[in-house]
């Protein structure tokens, strides 16, 4: 790792190695700082990404990483601690110590997904506990599936989930319901139920039911939608901070389509700009930014 980059990338993921690569062919000197922690590591593929339907999601990481090194772009494993001022550009700490200049940086370090504190959730993410119909419904299409109300995108994610099977049932979970969404839930034949969910009952390496009111209500996967929250904590030295999304699904790092945000020299692209971005409209995303970054190198170097 040198001491300085025309452009450092934080976060390895799609979004990251996209406009890595961009930045990379186009003969800058970047560097990608990647922690790690893939938020789609838990599952087996990945879906509805043209040419790469269910490679392994480390794979396609891995992949992505040669690809990027293979332009002569460098790709280091560490966490970023914090961001500052140096200058006309920015000063990178790491977790471990180390530092590096940037004279841009692209901000690509994605979401974590909070989930309800129900037993059973967490231990089986991103396997039959799943939030994305286009990710993860055709892997669990026909199941008896429950859909776990956790804010307002939950029936619009029960409607979704009802295309997949006929065996949709939406636990309330002590969430309102208005007549509307009744209405809505009841011409697609989904069940609600209502009551406090205390767990899921888990067999083996499978879900068997739902736990609520002293009773398991039998199913074999849950949907659930998640608070999500965008890393960018090692921001806030810079002044950018994470905001409420205007869906109320969580918190993002506003940036415009180009993926500029409101603090000059930074750029921000994939989840933690897009909460509901996928694999591929993350890697877009990430190549847009990457191209605009080395525009404004050129204009202003």
């Not at 409101?262 to 700009?273: D, P, S």
Request: net charge negative; with cysteine.
């Amino acid at each position: 790792m040198n001491d300085a980059y025309e452009v450092v990338v934080i976060g390895g993921g799609a979004a990251g190695l996209s406009g890595a690569l961009m930045l990379a062919r186009s003969r800058r000197s970047v560097l990608v700082i990647d922690a790690g922690q893939p938020r789609n590591a838990p599952a087996e593929g990945i879906h509805g990404l043209l040419g790469r339907e269910g490679m392994s999601p480390l794979e396609l990481l891995a992949r992505g990483r040669e690809e990027v090194r293979g332009y002569g772009g460098e790709v280091e494993e560490g966490e970023v601690a914090s961001v500052g001022r140096d200058g006309d550009g920015f000063a990178v700490r790491l977790a471990d110590g180390r530092g590096v200049g940037a004279k841009r940086l692209l901000v690509t370090a994605g979401l974590v997904d909070e989930l309800p504190p129900i037993p059973g959730l967490r231990e089986r993410w991103g396997r039959d506990v799943v939030h994305c119909p286009y990710c993860h419904g055709w892997e669990i299409r026909d199941q008896a599936i429950g859909v776990l109300a956790t804010g307002p995108m939950s029936v619009h994610q029960a409607l979704l989930f009802s295309q997949l099977s006929d065996d949709v049932m939406f636990f309330a979970n002590g969430q309102e319901v208005s007549a509307e969404q009744r209405e809505q839930l009841v011409s697609r034949s989904v069940e609600i139920v209502t009551g406090e969910v205390e767990g899921l009952e888990i067999a083996g390496d499978r879900i068997t039911g739902v736990r609520l009111d002293g009773k398991t209500v039998r199913r074999e996967a849950i949907a659930v939608a998640t608070r999500m929250v965008a890393r960018a904590a090692f921001l806030a030295d810079l002044g950018l901070k994470t905001v409420e999304h205007p869906t109320g699904m969580g918190e993002h790092i506003p940036a415009d389509p180009t993926g500029r945000t409101e603090v000059a020299g930074v750029w921000a692209a994939g989840n933690v700009a897009d909460l509901s971005a996928q694999v591929g409209s993350a890697a877009a995303a990430g190549a847009l930014a990457g191209a605009q970054i080395n525009a404004d190198l050129v204009l202003n170097p």
